[in-house]
Structures are given as C-alpha cells and as structure tokens.
C-alpha cells in the first residue's frame, strides 16, 4: 500500500511563496509519476502540475506556469512543490497523487494514491 503524507501548506500573504513536501512510502518511488492536484472551497478538484518518473518532463496547469515547479528527489521519495507569487485564487487544499506509470498522468482518474491534502490560504 503506498502512503503519501503532505506538509508545507500554511497561511500566506499575496504575492508569498510557500513549499509543499510530499514523502512517499511503500512501493518504488522512483519509478511512477507523481501530481499535484488543488480543491478550492465549493470547486472540484482540479489538476495542477504532473512530473514523470525521472523528473525529467513536467506539465503546469497554465494558470500557475511559471509560478509553481514542481520537483522529486527519488534518493529521498519525495515530491516537492515551489510556489511562489502565490495569489488569493490560489487557496485551496493542495493534495498529492501517485500515479501508475511512469509517463506523466494528466487527470485524477488516472492516479491511483492520494494524500491526505495540506491548505494553502493566500490572504490579499
């Protein structure tokens, strides 16, 4: 059974940055894609940035393109997410997924394991 344990969420002013972490466990890490998905209050979840296996290809969300990066660390099994300029629109729970194969995973339906989430509040 895979676990992913989120951390790094907090309250944030406009224009701040914040990292999120995600530490994996149970199977081989290094060897799947991982993403990165936000639900907003009253919104569906929606997709926010993917990265394949190696880290090597990623794929952003156009709103959050050159804002977010997204990051792993497979010596570590763990997933990373940079945010910066973080605007109010931004607030949502930010939840972890892994995938089940190794090319990026672009849709929820596609991820198999899920986090437990971590809030981001933008305040303006």
């Known amino acids: 059974q895979v676990q992913l344990v989120e951390s790094g969420g907090g309250l944030v002013q406009a224009g701040g940055s914040l990292r999120l972490s995600c530490a994996a466990s149970?199977?081989?890490?290094?060897?799947?894609?991982m993403g990165w998905f936000r639900q907003a209050p009253g919104k569906e979840r929606e997709f926010v940035v993917a990265?394949?296996?190696?880290?090597?290809?990623?794929y952003y969300k156009t709103s959050v393109k050159g804002r977010f990066t997204i990051s792993r660390d497979n010596a570590k099994n763990t997933l990373y997410l940079q945010m910066a300029s973080l605007k109010p629109d931004d607030t949502a729970v930010y939840y972890c997924?892994?995938?089940?194969?190794?090319?990026?995973?672009?849709?929820?339906?596609?991820?198999?394991?899920w986090g437990q989430g971590t809030q981001v509040t933008v305040s303006s």
């Open positions: 990265i394949n296996y190696n880290g090597r290809s990623t």
């Open positions: 149970g199977r081989t890490f290094s060897s799947y894609s």
């Open positions: 997924a892994a995938g089940v194969e190794p090319g990026m995973e672009l849709h929820a339906n596609e991820y198999r394991y």
